[in-house]
Every structure is written in structure tokens, then in C-alpha cells.
């Protein structure tokens, strides 16, 4: 990532020290799956970016519950993808079908961790899933 875009996408996020928003970026990205819908990357990662910024982190703590968040998320929303086309009786599929539940599990505890911050509307994007 180029550090333009990188300092770009850090000026989203105001209230961090820009070495620590930009670290929590670049783990954001390389550990999130990139939202689908987009045929250019660097728009899929700026609406990561964006849904972060979203929840209005107001330090370190906030932020990292909120990278967590995403992170669970897209988590479940990629089990739930790839389970749709499997065998609904088929291990896997129960596997899938268990890691999508912890994910939902993860979700609302951080949801009820940081109430004040989170937005309903933070996850949704236009465009993106």
C-alpha cells in the first residue's frame, strides 16, 4: 500500500495517533476479507477503512474492539457465503455452521462493549456486504 493511501485512509481515523491508526489498518486489511462488490481493491479497502471510521473509535481500546468486530463480521458473513454451497448434512457444512455461530457470538459481545460508539448503520456500506 502506498503511504499516500495509507495516510489517507489514517485521516479517517482523527482521534489515533497516525502510526497506530496505520498499523491497525494494515491489520485490517491483511486480516479481513475484502468486501465483495467492488472490482477495484484499493475501493474494497477504503470501504473497510470507512466502516471502521464509522464506529467513531475514540481510542486505542475502541479501536481495536472495532477491528475485532469487523474482523468476526466478515468472518461469519464468509462462513455463511461458503456454506451455501455445500451439503447441508455434510461436516463441513456443521462446521461452518458452528464457526458462523461463534462469529455471531463475538459480534454482539463487542457490539455490548462498546455501546456508545457502535452505529447500526457502521456495518453497511452502499455497495458493499
Known amino acids: 500500500m502506498s503511504a499516500s493511501r495509507l495516510s489517507a485512509f489514517c485521516a479517517l481515523l482523527p482521534a489515533l495517533d497516525p502510526d497506530i491508526a496505520a498499523d491497525m489498518i494494515r491489520d485490517l486489511l491483511a486480516v479481513v476479507p475484502r468486501p465483495s462488490g467492488y472490482d ?3 475501493q474494497a479497502d477504503l470501504a473497510l477503512v470507512r466502516k471502521l471510521a464509522g464506529m467513531h473509535p475514540r481510542d ?3 479501536a481495536m474492539l472495532a477491528v475485532q468486530l469487523l474482523a468476526a463480521y ?4 464468509l462462513c455463511t457465503q ?5 451439503d447441508p448434512v455434510s461436516k463441513e457444512a456443521s462446521r ?4 458462523a455461530a461463534a462469529q455471531q457470538r463475538v459480534i454482539v459481545t ?3 462493549a ?3 460508539v457502535l452505529n447500526a ?3 453497511q456500506v452502499a455497495g458493499s456486504g
Open 82 to 86: 461458503v456454506l451455501a454451497g455445500l
Open 60 to 62: 486505542l481500546e475502541e
Open 121 to 123: 448503520n457502521a456495518l
Open 74 to 77: 466478515y468472518g461469519a458473513t
Open 40 to 42: 477495484d481493491p484499493a
Open 96 to 99: 461452518l455452521r458452528r464457526d
Open 114 to 116: 462498546l455501546p456508545a
Open 110 to 112: 463487542l457490539h455490548r
